[in-house]
Nanobody, 124 residues
Framework: QVQLVESGGGLVQAGGSLRLSCVVS????????MGWFRQAPGNERDFVAS????????YYAASVKGRFTISRDNKKNIVHLQMDSLKPEDTAVYYC?????????????????WGQGTQVTVSS
């Protein structure tokens, strides 16, 4: 059984940084793309970033491109999301997910397993 556990969320002032981590157990992630999504209260779950199985390709939502960086360590079965220059509109619960496949995608239905999420709150 695949389990994903996110950590690293918290409260930060606008302009600050946070680094989220997602540890995966029950499956090696080296053959799968990984993604981060977020959901703010009253909103749908939105795509944030995706990284290919080998880590050589990444894809970002326009709202975070240039501020967020997704990375992975396949030996440790972990994925990170470095978030810089945070804005109040980045406030949400952030989820990581394992994709059914190796290439990046923003389509949530193509992700097979999800974590429980970690709260990120950015104050103005």
């Amino acid at each position: 059984q695949v389990q994903l556990v996110e950590s690293g969320g918290g409260l930060v002032q606008a302009g600050g940084s946070l680094r989220l981590s997602c540890v995966v157990s029950g499956r090696t992630i080296s053959l799968y793309a990984m993604g981060w999504f977020r959901q703010a209260p009253g909103n749908e779950r939105d795509f944030v970033a995706s990284i290919s199985a080998g880590g050589g390709n990444s894809y970002y939502a326009a709202s975070v491109k240039g501020r967020f960086t997704i990375s992975r360590d396949n030996k440790k079965n972990i994925v990170h999301l470095q978030m810089d220059s945070l804005k109040p509109e980045d406030t949400a619960v952030y989820y990581c997910a394992v994709r059914r496949g190796m290439v990046v995608t923003a389509t949530s239905s193509w992700y097979a397993s999800w974590g429980q999420g970690t709260q990120v709150t950015v104050s103005s």
